[in-house]
């Protein structure tokens, strides 16, 4: 696990900051000409930008192959104050390259996919102009990415963590002055304030984990950190434990777990490919990264894995109960991604970091599709809307008003759509197969894994998982019945229109990296590629057997699922206006999943409504009462006033004036006698010359 | 030989006459006229004091002065002819337009 300062010249690892400057390149070319370029031409930029890095990336691979061992590329010094000394260095092994390949590969396709979302999303807006900023922002988000997973130390990751966090704050904002239907309104710049806001809660975990890092061992950089933990363990354990648990409220705001999860549905806002890409595949999974990067740490107490293992589950499966109760097909995707997380936080923290990360890469490819065939489906009912609006010319009023709501991502709408949309309804039949867990697709390797070193170690967490493993099949079968199945239960979907190739090409691709993933790590001996490969990184892992009773369980369990939810859903489609079938058995349950446990509302009471109570004390009574009112006005323009009306009475008309009138009245009365004296008269002067010399030669001669 | 005393006692006369002249003539060229006079009684003590001294200073102070007596003859002749045209008249009481 230790890495050699291998020579960079060694294979293609001196290529690696590529991955930082493709994209960066990629953004430049973008910012500066792409009104010039035109729509395709800065797709393709983009696109072929975050192609490099993923060629790059695919290069360290192939290097890696060789010199499993990695190597830290050196680029440059960074700080160097006293004891401290953080280079600009790449990290480059088995654990990075993972990310790496996941982050530039899912987001090339991600990429490729934009060109023709963005084409049409920015006409349904009604604003071209902000395509080139879309995939700017994109690269940007790309860029920030690989610093955070390639970084050699805490600070560079932390660089790269804030970074995405501004790209993803950039992104949810992107049509910051309307709501997610198009109409004026700030609804999407709020939700992109939310994301900012929650994440700066996470980031001061993660700031006070560095400052403790740094204080007790004296370093960021990961060699020196991992070398040090062990021996502050034995003399202050609550360090360590302070340490893994302020990291973990990190995890919680990038990574979307309990408590601060609430940003991820408002970030629904965004367009879907930055849903995809960024709140699905790779920059949620940031947290999961940390954790398993700094196994290290949180491997030396079971306290700080018990804590993130518990965590983890908890949200998957509470995550997963709110996902039941939603209507938007991107929300119920949104609670589906924070299961999911909570899944691989709860196996990072359990100390199962292969199992961890094999999940965060099956996950990337199955979410992703999920997301973006999602988007293909709004896509393909904006265009039905679209069309069903130009056929029928002049509705009635009831009709118009109908349209001006009409949500294209609200599930209630769809219906139906897998004759209309075949190629959408496939890839998304297999992202669900590999979300819900069905052997032999991705998601059912990955999430056993889990939950067999779950049932191992942490038996309350297999526990937790299995309920949530069981929701998460049924929202999803929930979500297929009501969106491909069935009748249309609008126009919008009845008229809806399959996605061009430029859409549907990386959908087919995700689809088949969803079906065949889970083959990178088969859980029979002689296999474990992945693990092997981890290994590395992560030193020497144990592989436990594989349980047929836990895989026999799981998989009963969604199947149990897929059927309750075939039985509840689709044997009597649901028809246009009928309440969700649920609502009635569950009751206030229901009430509860479908309103999120109204955990927005109870932040709102406990912390944003005294935050602004607290905020309107600080402007009114504090600012403008005390400090404009009083202070300013009262004491130091009346303070002001009254030295200035002191200077200008005693001291400028009552000294200096006088002193300078009895000057100037002197020197005029002075003037005034000295004027007699020019008679006018020579004879005169002349007898004062005669005088005067008289005078002086009478003082000479008698002195 | 005439004791210098004489001579001194006869160029304070004449500085007197000359200075007597200046204050109370009314005429510029008089005036003049009693100027010169004066440097002439001035000049007349100095060749008084040379024989006395037996040096020769006096009697270069002597051609300095009369030097710039010419000199003043040649400027005041020339500001009294030129007043003279602009009034007709070189009387000095009449002079007085810089009274204060």
Same mark, same amino acid.
């Given at each position: 696990?230790?890495?050699?300062?291998?020579?960079?010249?060694?294979?293609?690892?001196?290529?690696?900051?590529?991955?930082?400057?493709?994209?960066?390149?990629?953004?430049?070319?973008?910012?500066?000409?792409?009104?010039?370029?035109?729509?395709?031409?800065?797709?393709?930029?983009?696109?072929?930008?975050?192609?490099?890095?993923?060629?790059?990336?695919?290069?360290?691979?192939?290097?890696?192959?060789?010199?499993?061992?990695?190597?830290?590329?050196?680029?440059?010094?960074?700080?160097?104050?006293?004891?401290?000394?953080?280079?600009?260095?790449?990290?480059?092994?088995?654990?990075?390259?993972?990310?790496?390949?996941?982050?530039?590969?899912?987001?090339?396709?991600?990429?490729?996919?934009?060109?023709?979302?963005?084409?049409?999303?920015?006409?349904?807006?009604?604003?071209?102009?902000?395509?080139?900023?879309?995939?700017?922002?994109?690269?940007?988000?790309?860029?920030?990415?690989?610093?955070?997973?390639?970084?050699?130390?805490?600070?560079?990751?932390?660089?790269?963590?804030?970074?995405?966090?501004?790209?993803?704050?950039?992104?949810?904002?992107?049509?910051?002055?309307?709501?997610?239907?198009?109409?004026?309104?700030?609804?999407?710049?709020?939700?992109?304030?939310?994301?900012?806001?929650?994440?700066?809660?996470?980031?001061?975990?993660?700031?006070?984990?560095?400052?403790?890092?740094?204080?007790?061992?004296?370093?960021?950089?990961?060699?020196?950190?991992?070398?040090?933990?062990?021996?502050?363990?034995?003399?202050?354990?609550?360090?360590?434990?302070?340490?893994?648990?302020?990291?973990?409220?990190?995890?919680?705001?990038?990574?979307?777990?309990?408590?601060?999860?609430?940003?991820?549905?408002?970030?629904?806002?965004?367009?879907?490919?930055?849903?995809?890409?960024?709140?699905?595949?790779?920059?949620?999974?940031?947290?999961?990264?940390?954790?398993?990067?700094?196994?290290?740490?949180?491997?030396?107490?079971?306290?700080?894995?018990?804590?993130?293992?518990?965590?983890?589950?908890?949200?998957?499966?509470?995550?997963?109960?709110?996902?039941?109760?939603?209507?938007?097909?991107?929300?119920?995707?949104?609670?589906?991604?924070?299961?999911?997380?909570?899944?691989?936080?709860?196996?990072?923290?359990?100390?199962?970091?292969?199992?961890?990360?094999?999940?965060?890469?099956?996950?990337?490819?199955?979410?992703?599709?999920?997301?973006?065939?999602?988007?293909?489906?709004?896509?393909?009912?904006?265009?039905?809307?679209?069309?069903?609006?130009?056929?029928?010319?002049?509705?009635?009023?009831?009709?118009?008003?109908?349209?001006?709501?009409?949500?294209?991502?609200?599930?209630?709408?769809?219906?139906?759509?897998?004759?209309?949309?075949?190629?959408?309804?496939?890839?998304?039949?297999?992202?669900?197969?590999?979300?819900?867990?069905?052997?032999?697709?991705?998601?059912?390797?990955?999430?056993?894994?889990?939950?067999?070193?779950?049932?191992?170690?942490?038996?309350?967490?297999?526990?937790?998982?299995?309920?949530?493993?069981?929701?998460?099949?049924?929202?999803?079968?929930?979500?297929?019945?009501?969106?491909?199945?069935?009748?249309?239960?609008?126009?919008?979907?009845?008229?809806?229109?399959?996605?061009?190739?430029?859409?549907?090409?990386?959908?087919?691709?995700?689809?088949?990296?969803?079906?065949?993933?889970?083959?990178?790590?088969?859980?029979?001996?002689?296999?474990?590629?992945?693990?092997?490969?981890?290994?590395?990184?992560?030193?020497?892992?144990?592989?436990?057997?594989?349980?047929?009773?836990?895989?026999?369980?799981?998989?009963?369990?969604?199947?149990?699922?897929?059927?309750?939810?075939?039985?509840?859903?689709?044997?009597?489609?649901?028809?246009?206006?009928?309440?969700?079938?649920?609502?009635?058995?569950?009751?206030?349950?229901?009430?509860?999943?479908?309103?999120?446990?109204?955990?927005?509302?109870?932040?709102?009471?406990?912390?944003?409504?005294?935050?602004?109570?607290?905020?309107?004390?600080?402007?009114?009574?504090?600012?403008?009462?005390?400090?404009?009112?009083?202070?300013?006005?009262?004491?130091?323009?009346?303070?002001?006033?009254?030295?200035?009306?002191?200077?200008?009475?005693?001291?400028?008309?009552?000294?200096?004036?006088?002193?300078?009138?009895?000057?100037?009245?002197?020197?005029?009365?002075?003037?005034?006698?000295?004027?007699?004296?020019?008679?006018?008269?020579?004879?005169?002067?002349?007898?004062?010359?005669?005088?005067?010399?008289?005078?002086?030669?009478?003082?000479?001669?008698?002195? | 030989?005439?004791?210098?005393?004489?001579?001194?006692?006869?160029?304070?006369?004449?500085?007197?006459?000359?200075?007597?002249?200046?204050?109370?003539?009314?005429?510029?060229?008089? =005036? +003049?006229?009693?100027?010169?006079?004066?440097?002439? @009684? $001035?000049?007349? !003590?100095?060749?008084?004091?040379?024989? #006395?001294?037996?040096?020769?200073?006096?009697? =270069? +102070?002597?051609?300095?002065?009369?030097?710039?007596? @010419? $000199?003043?003859? !040649?400027?005041?002749?020339?500001?009294? #002819?030129?007043?003279?045209?602009?009034?007709?008249?070189?009387?000095?009481?009449?002079?007085?337009?810089?009274?204060?």
């Amino acid at each position: 696990m230790l890495l050699n300062e291998a020579n960079p010249a060694t294979g293609f690892f001196g290529l690696v900051p590529w991955i930082v400057f493709a994209p960066v390149i990629g953004l430049l070319i973008n910012a500066f000409f792409g009104k010039r370029l035109g729509e395709t031409g800065v797709g393709l930029v983009a696109s072929l930008a975050a192609g490099a890095a993923f060629l790059v990336s695919v290069l360290q691979a192939v290097s890696l192959a060789q010199h499993p061992e990695g190597a830290i590329v050196k680029l440059g010094e960074w700080i160097h104050i006293g004891q401290l000394a953080l280079d600009w260095a790449f990290r480059v092994d088995t654990l990075s390259v993972t990310m790496m390949l996941v982050v530039s590969g899912v987001g090339t396709l991600i990429h490729i996919y934009a060109i023709g979302y963005m084409r049409e999303d920015v006409r349904f807006k009604n604003d071209p102009a902000r395509f080139p900023r879309f995939f700017v922002f994109l690269n940007l988000f790309i860029a920030a990415m690989m610093i955070l997973v390639s970084g050699d130390n805490y600070l560079m990751l932390f660089v790269g963590w804030e970074g995405v966090g501004l790209a993803s704050f950039l992104l949810i904002g992107f049509w910051y002055d309307m709501d997610t239907l198009g109409r004026p309104s700030w609804a999407n710049s709020n939700a992109a304030k939310k994301a900012f806001i929650t994440n700066r809660v996470g980031d001061f975990g993660f700031l006070i984990a560095g400052f403790l890092m740094f204080w007790y061992l004296g370093s960021f950089q990961f060699d020196a950190v991992f070398a040090g933990a062990p021996g502050l363990a034995k003399l202050h354990p609550e360090i360590i434990l302070l340490m893994t648990v302020f990291m973990l409220i990190g995890v919680a705001g990038k990574s979307a777990q309990i408590p601060l999860y609430v940003w991820l549905p408002d970030a629904m806002a965004g367009p879907t490919p930055v849903s995809a890409l960024i709140h699905a595949a790779t920059m949620v999974t940031a947290g999961v990264y940390l954790i398993a990067r700094s196994a290290p740490i949180f491997g030396l107490l079971h306290d700080s894995q018990y804590i993130v293992a518990t965590v983890g589950a908890v949200t998957a499966l509470f995550a997963a109960t709110i996902a039941v109760g939603q209507y938007d097909i991107k929300k119920v995707l949104a609670y589906s991604t924070i299961s999911q997380l909570g899944f691989m936080v709860a196996a990072v923290g359990m100390g199962a970091y292969v199992a961890g990360m094999f999940h965060l890469v099956t996950h990337a490819f199955f979410k992703a599709l999920l997301f973006l065939g999602a988007g293909s489906v709004i896509l393909g009912l904006e265009r039905g809307h679209h069309h069903a609006a130009h056929h029928h010319g002049h509705g009635s009023h009831a009709e118009n008003h109908h349209e001006e709501t009409f949500d294209p991502g609200d599930m209630r709408n769809m219906g139906g759509l897998r004759k209309t949309m075949p190629v959408t309804f496939w890839v998304y039949m297999v992202g669900t197969l590999a979300l819900g867990g069905i052997f032999p697709f991705a998601g059912f390797w990955s999430k056993d894994e889990i939950l067999l070193d779950a049932s191992l170690h942490f038996p309350h967490v297999y526990w937790i998982l299995s309920a949530a493993a069981f929701l998460t099949a049924f929202y999803m079968g929930r979500q297929v019945w009501m969106v491909f199945f069935g009748k249309a239960r609008h126009e919008a979907a009845e008229h809806a229109e399959e996605s061009p190739l430029v859409i549907t090409i990386p959908l087919i691709i995700l689809a088949a990296l969803s079906a065949l993933g889970g083959f990178i790590n088969l859980p029979f001996k002689g296999f474990h590629q992945f693990g092997h490969w981890l290994e590395h990184t992560l030193g020497a892992i144990e592989f436990p057997p594989f349980s047929l009773a836990v895989a026999g369980v799981s998989t009963l369990l969604a199947l149990g699922a897929i059927a309750l939810s075939w039985l509840l859903y689709q044997r009597k489609p649901l028809e246009h206006g009928q309440a969700d079938p649920l609502a009635k058995p569950l009751g206030l349950l229901f009430v509860g999943m479908e309103n999120k446990w109204f955990i927005d509302e109870a932040y709102q009471f406990l912390f944003v409504q005294p935050y602004h109570a607290l905020a309107g004390f600080l402007a009114q009574k504090v600012d403008w009462d005390f400090w404009h009112e009083w202070f300013h006005d009262s004491v130091l323009v009346q303070g002001f006033v009254g030295l200035a009306r002191f200077l200008a009475n005693p001291v400028d008309l009552g000294l200096i004036d006088r002193v300078s009138y009895w000057l100037s009245d002197a020197i005029r009365a002075s003037a005034e006698g000295l004027r007699k004296l020019q008679t006018g008269f020579v004879r005169s002067y002349a007898l004062s010359v005669v005088l005067g010399v008289a005078a002086i030669l009478g003082y000479l001669l008698l002195k | 030989m005439v004791p210098v005393s004489y001579y001194l006692i006869l160029s304070a006369i004449l500085f007197s006459l000359g200075a007597l002249g200046v204050l109370m003539r009314r005429n510029a060229l008089v =005036i +003049f006229m009693s100027i010169e006079l004066m440097l002439n @009684a $001035a000049n007349l !003590a100095f060749v008084a004091f040379t024989r #006395v001294h037996e040096t020769f200073s006096g009697q =270069i +102070f002597v051609f300095f002065v009369m030097a710039v007596a @010419a $000199a003043e003859v !040649a400027v005041g002749l020339a500001l009294i #002819v030129t007043i003279y045209r602009s009034r007709q008249s070189v009387d000095i009481d009449q002079l007085s337009s810089l009274k204060g």
